[in-house]
């Protein structure tokens, strides 16, 4: 999508909290995306153009090489905004001066203000802010006056109101700093005169009259999951070209319970779309038959599925184009920590090849947006909450939770108790709490005892974790009363089970998955 309405540029410095500036940005109404901070100046600078914001970053400006924009930034009349590290680019670019500070600060501390800044209109005249830096502005450039400070940081927030230059040593993106979406949304509306047009309505709206011209009247594949980014993609290609789009819909017997059923009840009966369900469950177990390496696992699902899906496009001929869920944070490029340009851009759930094979054109319809925009987009087009609040599940399915070899009965078993443990989650209220939740089959066996006999079962694993992004992970703090009515509904309900463990390791150092 060509999105037509203003935009503010987060030149990136290596920043952690990049993506977040950006989100916080398009949560305030205004269209942002990131870009490296040496890209050439004419990507920054399109007709579009209505403000910069520099990020923070791991480097200092004294170390050789640091990283620097392009100065002619400095002379494109938009306002531009600073960040911790991209405060300290001002100050030493524009004459002013930068030093390590005293005392480092991470943490809490209070900025005190005059409340006469557009910047800081409408902030408390003290509020709590997040610091995290080493170095710090102690000469302001000319032309720039102090408009906050705290114990530690005189020059907290310096502005030059007549060039519509700010910066601010703190972090107004994260949630520690209370006020900050308001210090942002003062910025992009007051300084950078937007108006909040970046709605997802508005969205829906331009892609889907977009999508009618490029996609003009040919047929288009998109492979569906049931996960919130393919379904998300084909409600949104079916508003726009209705019976032109043919989703796909593998069932490789390694779904959560229910899982098929909904999908076709939701996509097929409620949306009325062009589903083909593939009922591949026993393709799968054969080609999985004595594996238990976890990656010869992966690479079997994997080609398998790419094979079964060429298998339908070719029956389904005279396809023009191929969609796919495709996310913002796929496509960023990012600046590694250490400053350098890198350019670590994934390619996410390419189907195997398959658009230069078939010759198919790719269309990403959400390649813009954020997974809380995604969400958004998915209410709006009615899906129902059961699918866009679902938790992640990995594309090889079950079958990274069923540890040893991926039996029939293995999965069975597997699917009842994870079923039961998602159940009392729902039932305690937690499930949105949890970033994923799910339950372990492992290939052991333990003594146990039911009524008056000795049993000898598998063991299975809770494992739950909140999480930002998956990149890391915390456990998941249950009551001792949920963890024991899951264990014993287990234990009772499903017959493989006797024996159930809870994992409490966080990421790192082990991962989600056990796989
Ligand atoms: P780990 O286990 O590496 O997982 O901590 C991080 C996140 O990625 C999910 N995951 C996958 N998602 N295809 C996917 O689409 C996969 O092959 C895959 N493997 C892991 C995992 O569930 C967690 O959310």
């Known amino acids: 999508m060509e999105y037509k309405g203003p935009v503010i540029v987060v030149l990136d410095f290596g920043a952690q909290y990049s993506k977040l500036i950006a989100r916080r940005i398009r949560e305030a109404g205004v269209y942002s995306i990131i870009l490296p901070y040496n890209v050439p100046l004419e990507k920054i600078n399109t007709p579009n153009l209505a403000g ?54 991470y943490g809490i501390a209070y900025l005190k203000h005059k409340g006469n800044s557009e ?19 102690t000469a302001i450039p000319p032309g720039f006056i102090t408009m906050g400070a705290t114990e530690n940081c005189p020059y907290a927030v310096i502005g030059n109101p007549e060039r519509r230059f700010y910066g601010v040593q703190f972090h107004p993106e994260v949630v520690h700093t209370p006020e900050g979406q308001k210090i942002i949304s003062n910025f992009v509306h007051t300084i950078c005169q937007t108006d909040s047009t970046w709605t997802m309505g508005n969205f829906i709206t331009q892609t889907i009259q977009e999508l009618r011209e490029k996609i003009n009247g040919k047929k288009v594949l998109c492979a569906l999951s049931g996960g919130v980014d393919s379904s998300v993609t084909a409600v949104l290609l079916h508003r726009a070209i209705g019976d032109n789009l043919h989703c796909v819909f593998v069932d490789n017997g390694l779904l959560r319970k229910g899982e098929p059923e909904m999908v ?39 080609s ?38 890198s350019s670590t851009i994934k390619s996410h759930h390419n189907v195997g090849g398959l658009p230069e094979k078939m010759n198919l054109q790719l269309i990403e319809p959400l ?23 679902r938790h992640p599940f990995p594309g090889p399915g079950l079958a990274v939770r069923c540890i040893g070899e991926v039996t029939a009965e293995r999965l069975d078993t597997l699917r009842e108790a994870d079923a ?31 009524g008056d006999e000795r049993t000898y079962k598998e ?9 930002e992004d998956a990149m890391t992970a915390d456990w998941f703090r249950f009551s001792p009363d949920i963890l024991q009515r899951t264990a014993s509904r287990i234990c009772n309900e499903v017959s493989g089970i006797n024996r159930v463990l809870t994992d409490i390791t966080s990421k790192p150092p082990a991962t989600i998955e056990w796989e």
Request: charged share 20%; hydrophobic share 40%; aromatic share 8%.
């Open 52 to 105: 910069i914001v520099l990020s923070g970053g791991p480097a200092s400006v004294h170390q050789p090489h640091a990283p620097l924009p392009k100065l002619e930034i400095f002379d494109l009349q938009v306002p531009i905004l600073g960040i911790c590290y991209g405060v300290q680019i001002f100050a030493q670019l524009l004459g002013g001066k930068v030093e390590p500070a005293h005392q480092k600060e």
């Open 119 to 137: 910047l800081l209109n409408g902030v408390h005249k003290e509020t709590p802010v997040w610091m995290s830096h080493g170095d710090q502005v």
């Open 264 to 302: 076709e009840k939701v996509f097929r009966d409620n949306f009325h779309i062009n589903l083909h369900c593939v009922k591949a469950q026993e393709r799968f177990l054969s080609a999985l038959k004595g594996i238990t390496d976890p990656e010869q696992k992966r690479k079997i699902i994997g």
């Open 304 to 341: 398998l599925f790419i094979e079964i899906f060429e298998e339908e496009a070719k029956k389904l001929g005279d396809l023009s184009f191929l969609a796919q869920g495709t996310l913002y944070p796929d496509v960023i490029e990012s600046v590694s920590a250490t400053g350098g340009p």
């Open 367 to 389: 390649r813009e947006l954020f997974k809380d925009e995604v969400r958004d987009v998915g209410k709006q087009l009615g899906i129902p909450d059961e699918i866009i609040h």
């Open 420 to 450: 039961i443990f998602i159940e009392e989650i729902q039932r305690a209220g937690l499930y949105n709490q949890i970033w994923q939740a799910f339950v372990c089959l492992l290939p052991v066996k333990s003594v146990g005892v039911q």
């Open 459 to 467: 063991v299975c694993v809770l494992r739950a974790v909140t999480s």
